[in-house]
């Protein structure tokens, strides 16, 4: 289908034709679309740390960058499970949305002036003939940590952050749907985060944790 082959192409930030992009996806494909689609977002789950800071750098985006440093925000985790879905032949996009934290540690709502996350980013597969949302964003230690359930893919239904708690309180809050892309957007995001947060804070906030978790 020609509407679909930029979703299966290399793009700027989803460099699906990366040589270690190909040999992780060849690694992880399984007997079916379905089945690889799972098996890529446990990786980028799991073996892809998250941190919740987004970098200023256009080249902090690039999936390849990001699977050799293995750690990143949201957004970065879901650029990489894309361009590892397009290596492994499954048609692949971005979506993102606009989501509040009703449990927020306080510090860093002291530190972001709110508990909205601005263009909170996730991947989308095209399986079995529909758009499958996963957000690999909090691997299983930070969900534990925060006392939540990982995010699980079964590779039929959207894989979406928890809207409450197990306790039963209110978690996520997905409050605006921002649409789907065939690459980061990155100028729009970067505009967003200008407007909505204290750049320079943000901005020494990645660069103290990069230095501690390594460029």
């Known amino acids: ?10 793009a700027r930030f989803l460099d699906c034709d990366h040589p270690s992009i190909i040999a992780l996806a060849r690694s ?9 689609s799972i098996a890529l977002f446990d990786w980028v789950r799991d073996h892809v740390v998250y941190v919740p800071l987004p970098p200023a750098d256009a080249h902090d985006f690039v999936a390849s960058v ?4 293995r750690w990143g925000y949201c957004v970065q985790k879901a650029a990489l499970l894309a361009a590892l879905g397009r290596a492994a032949g499954i048609p692949s996009r ?3 949305a606009d989501v509040r934290n009703h449990q927020l540690p306080e510090h860093m709502r002291a530190a972001m002036g709110t508990n909205l996350f601005t263009w909170h980013g996730y991947t989308e597969f095209l399986l079995d003939g529909r758009w499958v949302k996963a957000t690999p964003a909090f691997d299983t230690g930070t969900a534990t940590k925060a006392g939540v359930l990982p995010v699980a893919l079964d590779g039929a239904n959207d894989a979406l952050m928890h809207p409450v708690d197990p306790r039963g309180n209110p978690y996520i809050e997905y409050v605006r749907e921002r649409g789907d892309f065939d690459d980061v957007p990155f100028d729009a995001i970067q505009a967003s985060i200008r407007e909505l947060y204290d750049a320079d804070v943000l901005r020494a906030a990645w660069a103290a944790r990069a230095e501690r978790l390594g460029t």
């Open 1 to 10: 289908m020609p509407e679909l082959d930029a979703t299966l192409r290399p």
């Open 28 to 36: 992880l494909t399984r007997a079916t679309p379905r089945e690889t």
């Open 66 to 69: 990001v699977l050799a440093r």
């Open 94 to 96: 971005l979506g993102f």
